[in-house]
């Protein structure tokens, strides 16, 4: 007895993958069809300023829609799947996240792709019901009577029964293809586009970067003007007394002398403060794994590190290893100060050609860039070395930054 499936059976299971793809885009349809109102609804409220506060949270579900139907698309035609690099709407003004929206090309041809999925979408959608009655009346006759002659050839002189696909169903799959290539051709940006984005983009990064530079330079500065500076010109001072006192005074002079010592004890300290704040030693000496059970070891609320990314291997390059330990280190004094947590992890993954690092808590959230918490300095930082950055942290937590930095291994 043959094991091998019916023409129409075979068929029918080929045509329903397709078609689930197919039937989902007419839910993807409907949807569309509201959000286009609402789009224009956002906009409008805008125009008349009461409604700029909804404009960037209104980009970022279009955005996260937009993104499940690219990747709807590239996983029925097989192709690779790439995020989709939009410029964050977490940081900055009001006035500066409503720019964003306005000059970000993406944005708009996610708005017209909108209307263009509520009409095509329901169309093919609506299609495919109705070919599947016809479908199943044309080729359960057509291959019924196909598979018939096949299994009769196959008797009489040994040939193999040809794969039939049918008269109807076989453009089930067709037009699911097509569907899933216009979609993924109106969302999906034009070369000189995309360079074009991708110019403005590291532009932006590109001055966030200096401006970060800049001021880590400051920083420095201000700490040895403080710190060490001020320190060594106190051991200066006092070891002008211990020499004014010596012939006179011996026991003055070595009273100055100790107070000296111990000021060049406290300038080093401070110097080396300093340097740990442009490389930390401690990632030369451990590793990137190391530094963060050393940090973890430190930080007052217990911290579970998952490191086996980075445990083992060759080491990543220095700038990748230092971006990473300071957006850790940041996070980590963020949620000791102000997350109210119990508990936080630390985690990294190391893929090829990728590092991603996430930090997570169970505090209270409602972390705020804007507040001066830090985070405008990670997002900073990571976007220096073409990186990107996510901050989650609703109010009442819990709080998840993510960070995932090209690595080139």
């Known amino acids: 007895m043959s094991t091998t499936p019916a023409p129409l059976t075979v068929a029918i299971r080929r045509s329903w993958d397709a078609s689930r793809y197919l039937f989902t885009g007419i839910v993807i349809a409907l949807i569309?069809?509201?959000?286009?109102?609402?789009?224009?609804?956002?906009?409008?409220?805008?125009?008349?300023?009461?409604?700029?506060?909804?404009?960037?949270?209104?980009?970022?579900?279009?955005r996260r829609f937009a993104e499940f139907e690219r990747r709807r698309a590239a996983a029925r035609l097989g192709v690779p799947f790439a995020p989709t690099p939009y410029?964050?709407?977490?940081?900055?003004?009001?006035?500066?996240?409503v720019r964003r929206v306005l000059t970000d090309p993406t944005v708009w041809r996610d708005a017209l792709w909108l209307p263009v999925q509520a009409l095509l979408g329901n169309v093919i959608g609506y299609l495919a019901m109705v070919l599947w009655p016809v479908g199943l009346l044309v080729d359960g006759?057509?291959?019924?009577?196909v598979d018939l002659l096949d299994r009769r050839t196959t008797d009489e002189y040994g040939t193999p029964p040809s794969v039939r696909q049918g008269l109807v169903l076989r453009w089930l799959p067709v037009l699911a293809d097509l569907s899933a290539s216009w979609t993924r051709s109106l969302l999906t940006?034009?070369?000189?586009?995309?360079?074009?984005?991708?110019?403005?983009?590291l532009t932006e990064s590109r001055a966030g970067a200096v401006e970060a530079h800049g001021a880590e330079l400051?920083?420095?500065?201000?700490?040895?003007?403080?710190?060490?500076?001020?320190?060594?010109v106190a051991l200066?001072?006092?070891?002008?007394?211990?020499?004014?006192?010596?012939?006179?005074?011996?026991a003055a002079a070595r009273i100055r002398l100790d107070e000296a010592q111990d000021g060049a004890e406290e300038a080093l300290a401070e110097l080396r403060h300093v340097v740990r704040g442009i490389h930390p030693p401690v990632l030369t000496d451990r590793g990137l794994a190391g530094a963060v059970r050393a940090l973890a070891a430190d930080v007052g609320v217990p911290v579970t590190a998952e490191l086996d990314g980075v445990e083992d291997g060759r080491r990543l390059p220095a700038a990748i290893e230092a971006a990473a330990y300071f957006v850790i280190a940041e996070a980590l004094t963020n949620i000791s100060k102000h997350s109210g947590a119990t508990a936080a992890t630390v985690r990294i993954d190391r893929t090829p050609g990728t590092l991603r690092v996430t930090i997570g808590d169970d505090g209270h959230g409602g972390a705020d860039e804007r507040a001066g918490s830090g985070l405008v300095g990670i997002r900073r930082r990571i976007a220096a070395l073409d990186g990107t950055t996510r901050i989650n942290s609703p109010v009442g937590g819990p709080t998840e930054i993510g960070v995932e930095l090209p690595c080139g291994s």
Do not use: N
Request: hydrophobic letters at 50%; glycine letters at 6%.
């Open 32 to 62: 569309s069809y509201l959000g286009t109102f609402l789009v224009v609804a956002a906009l409008m409220f805008a125009a008349v300023i009461i409604g700029l506060p909804a404009l960037p949270e209104a980009a970022k579900v279009l």
């Open 87 to 97: 410029p964050p709407l977490d940081s900055g003004e009001l006035s500066e996240r």
């Open 141 to 145: 006759a057509f291959l019924s009577v």
């Open 189 to 201: 940006s034009s070369p000189s586009t995309a360079l074009a984005e991708r110019i403005a983009q």
């Open 218 to 232: 400051r920083r420095i500065e201000r700490d040895l003007h403080d710190g060490a500076q001020a320190r060594i």
């Open 236 to 250: 200066s001072m006092r070891i002008g007394l211990a020499k004014q006192l010596l012939d006179r005074d011996p």
